[in-house]
């Protein structure tokens, strides 16, 4: 697998491709070593269609390349601290939190935000592209985490439920799309609305979190 991830980034080391399995899988799998979470990750992906299991790929080396970074540093520094965050699990739900961690995920790439240049497209790119919502969406997919994913704040990891980051990325989109089409980029967002609870972001994103984990 990493030999594949390579094709996607090929500066990415070893060390750090583990460490994305360990961000992404380890509390799930909290006594397997890092080639048992390599060999279950290949399993699970070997029954999948294969944009989907692109997409994961692409997530795990996204996540290696932010451990390397800095970005999840608390990772890089410990990342057993992953393999014992289950207990966690629940201990950020609410609207409050579900705000707080959009403004978090929103914070990835900061530099970008300040050219306040299209600033809600920008921060709903930031969100898309933030190594945290993607491992939650790869969760889902991948069908681990009992709809729950990791989440590391003041160097602290904690398990939320996939839905909080779905409902921080649909409420920055719906912005987005108000701002693009507020300047004419796009044309109107109508199509959205036809998604179930397009009203309701937080069933919404109840919704899409039950669809992807199911």
Same mark, same amino acid.
């Given at each position: 697998m990493l030999e594949q991830i390579y094709d996607i980034d090929d500066l990415l080391t070893e060390d750090d491709y583990y460490d994305a399995l360990i961000f992404i899988i380890g509390d799930v799998y909290p006594h397997h070593s890092e080639e048992e979470l390599e060999k279950k990750i290949e399993g699970m992906l070997d029954g999948m269609p294969e944009d989907y299991s692109e997409s994961i790929l692409n997530t795990i080396a996204n996540v290696g390349k932010n451990i390397a970074s800095g970005s999840l540093d608390i990772v890089a520094q410990n990342p057993a601290l992953l393999q014992g965050a289950g207990t966690a699990a629940g201990s950020l739900i609410g609207g409050p939190v579900g705000a707080k961690v959009g403004s978090e995920l929103g914070k990835f790439g900061a530099k970008e935000l300040q050219k306040n240049v299209l600033p809600a497209t920008i921060k709903?790119?930031?969100?898309?592209?933030?190594?945290?919502?993607?491992?939650?969406?790869?969760?889902?997919? &991948?069908?681990?985490?009992?709809?729950?994913?990791?989440?590391?704040?003041?160097?602290?990891?904690?398990?939320?439920?996939?839905?909080?980051?779905?409902?921080?990325?649909?409420?920055?989109?719906?912005?987005? &799309?108000?701002e693009l089409d507020s300047k004419a980029i796009i044309p109107p967002a109508s199509f959205s609305e036809s998604m179930p609870y397009s009203e309701d972001i937080d069933m919404q994103a109840e919704w899409l979190s039950e669809q992807l984990c199911n």
């Open positions: 709903t790119l930031s969100v898309m592209q933030n190594p945290q919502a993607q491992t939650a969406i790869a969760r889902a997919a &991948l069908g681990v985490g009992n709809g729950v994913a990791p989440l590391t704040q003041n160097g602290n990891v904690s398990l939320i439920p996939v839905a909080t980051y779905l409902r921080a990325l649909i409420s920055s989109a719906q912005k987005a &799309l108000i």
